[in-house]
């Protein structure tokens, strides 16, 4: 997230990309920004602070007064209750925000730089090249991420994950699907800029392709990327989850991860325990709420045609008034 | 899709040749993409059979299957058998995938239409709404409303209704897709379908259908709220920009109704980009009707391949993934058509 050179104006924080577009937003637009920054932020904080907030350890199976009981109900013991193979349903869920968190920086970093230089150099330099990454980015970019993840994690780990081969497994088959994402918006805005006349002008004084690229075109053509990245770390944990849920996951003893607890909760739904597919569950919707949030409020603010502007706003408020 | 800068104003039968003849580098992609992912860190008997076999008899296997041969031989072998229209056979039950296609195929494609039917029905007019309504505090509860809807995943939206109307209210079946009593006499049937809409009704029995329907609601739901979220968010987005445009003020000038505006002048033009992401949808559809499936036991293509999964048998998920490709491409190519005939600014 490259900030757009603004006018400078007031202190460093005015130029901070996330904080900036709070003290453009007015109205509704801006608690629903603030809603998304704030969830997200919780869950930074909580997955690294999980050890300490944490009752017990995600693998914990016993304590000082012996071997935890299974499927017990939330008590004062254990808040959130424990799965049927008597591990803390709250601190699993707690821990398992860690894990969510490392796939979704392994998949935002693969996806962003290998897209965004495919999508810069392709659409700078044009060529036979750059027709054929657009028909394969075209051909990839409707395929099932699900599935793709699927076939990543059988050859990556033949079915039974560590920690690290399973965030591997989720990041690598949603840089797939997500490379063509950056790379398409990307590139078309590089052949549009390509063309203005401030790219011109600095070949004209002798700027060579490289400064061309990485100064001009890469800072002017990335502005509508904050969607696509908020978009992109959701589906990255949420594939993570979906291959726990699938029984491709990370094994019980070296993380916590909610697919993989939503799927050992599967047969206790059917048995009336609520409590561990419940609260997995719902940490993944939360935090998939805040990060979209997010992403659709800077987007809102990108878009002239959402965007609201305080005189707009004030007009609004006469409207309902009337 | 590809290709916009060259396009010539040759109309629409070049429009339609030009995107059909495109379907054939997509497949080639598409295949080889997902083949040398399975290959590339080696065989499927070795990664479902390694450490369960005695070696020597595992390296007979592999050799008999063709996978000691170099990988380009492979797949140059693997690419002769897709043109045959051959995907290749399970390895556990010697079943053809291409009849794994045909039996179960049609019971993902019946979850699909459910799914895309309650999308419609919830997600457009509220997305309407939305649009009408905008910046208010009721747009931003159907705004936060799309997001629940398209980011909860399937498998726990599932797993509450599942739990609230099934466990707790025992008004709808846990899971399949109709009675045993219903199957059996569906089975009966001289050429069932396998669409059990379909075969309900030509069983003649009076309560096959109501049977049948009771148990794709929570599927429906489950899947098809997913796409309504997105629905939502289109509509709305889209609704919200061509009222800011000319005609809608000319209109609005006329003396047409706010009401009349939103769903008649401003909605028309927003669904054509409703029509292409129905295209990008088959694909979200088949990648969580995988999850759909598993979470209430329906018995199609998902289903199919997380048994696969389950009984190691990466022979059979990679030809299923690698069909699954052909006809994500194939909808793709129909959908565009459609937004062709429909949007003549979409023709090259």
Known sequence: MTAVPAKPRGTWLAKVPVLRELRQSVGVQRFMLLVGVIITLVYILVALLAPVIAPYRFNQLQDASGTFPGSAAPSATHLWGTTIAGYDVLSRTLYASQTALMAIVAAVIISLIIGVLLGLFSGYFGGPLDRILVVVCDAIYAFPSLLLAIVISIMLSRGQSSLWSGIMAAALSISVVYVPQYFRVVRSEVVRIKAEAYVESAKVIGAGNGRVLFVHVLRNSVRTLPLIITLNAVDAFETLAGLGFLGLGIEPSSAAEWGYDLQKAVSDVTAGIWWTALFPGLAIVLLALGISLLGEGLNDLADPRLRRRSAEANEAALELEA | ?348
């Not at chain 2, 009849?99 to 997600?123: C, H, K, M």
């Not at chain 2, 075969?199 to 259908?209: C, I, M, Q, S, V």
């Not at chain 2, 769903?263 to 979200?284: D, E, Y």
């Not at chain 2, 696969?308 to 990466?314: E, I, N, P």
């Open chain 2, 1 to 348: 899709m590809a290709e916009k800068t060259h396009a010539a104003s040759g109309g629409l039968i070049r429009y339609l040749v030009v995107r059909f003849l495109l379907i054939f580098p997509t497949i080639f992609i598409l295949v080889t993409l997902v083949f040398f992912l399975m290959r590339v860190t080696g065989d499927p008997i070795t990664a479902s059979q390694g450490g369960r076999l005695p070696p020597d008899e595992l390296a007979q296997r592999i050799h008999t299957a063709g996978y000691d041969q170099p990988i380009i031989v492979q797949y140059a072998q693997y690419l002769g058998q897709l043109l045959r229209g051959d995907f290749g056979t399970t390895y556990s039950d010697h079943q053809p995938i291409t009849t794994v296609l045909t039996t179960y195929g049609t019971a993902t494609l019946e979850l699909a239409v459910y799914a895309l039917v309650v999308a419609f029905i919830v997600g457009i007019p509220l997305g309407m709404l939305a649009a009408f309504i905008r910046d208010r505090w009721g747009d931003a509860v159907l705004r936060v409303l799309a997001i629940l809807f398209y980011a909860t995943p399937i498998f726990f939206s599932g797993l509450l209704l599942k739990l609230v109307f099934s466990i707790w209210l025992h008004v709808l079946p846990v899971a399949g897709r109709a009675s045993t009593t219903v199957e059996l006499k569906m089975q009966e049937l001289s050429n069932p379908t396998g669409i059990y809409f379909i075969d309900a009704l030509r069983t003649g029995d009076p309560a096959a259908l109501p049977d049948v329907l009771q148990h794709a609601i929570l599927p429906a739901v489950t899947l098809g709220l997913l796409t309504a979220g997105i629905f939502l968010r289109l509509v709305r987005t889209n609704v919200i920009g061509t009222l800011n445009t000319g005609y809608i003020d000319a209109a609005r000038s006329r003396g047409v109704g706010e009401y009349r505006l939103v769903t008649r002048h401003a909605f028309r033009p927003a669904l054509i980009p409703i029509i292409t992401v129905i295209g990008l949808q088959i694909a979200m559809l088949l990648g969580g009707a995988v999850l759909t499936e598993t979470t209430f036991e329906w018995n199609g293509l998902g289903y199919q391949l997380n048994h696969y999964l389950q009984a190691r048998d990466f022979v059979a998920v990679q030809g299923i993934v690698a069909l699954l490709a052909v006809i994500v491409a194939v909808v793709n190519f129909i959908v565009d058509i459609i937004a062709a005939l429909i949007d003549p600014r979409v023709r090259y």
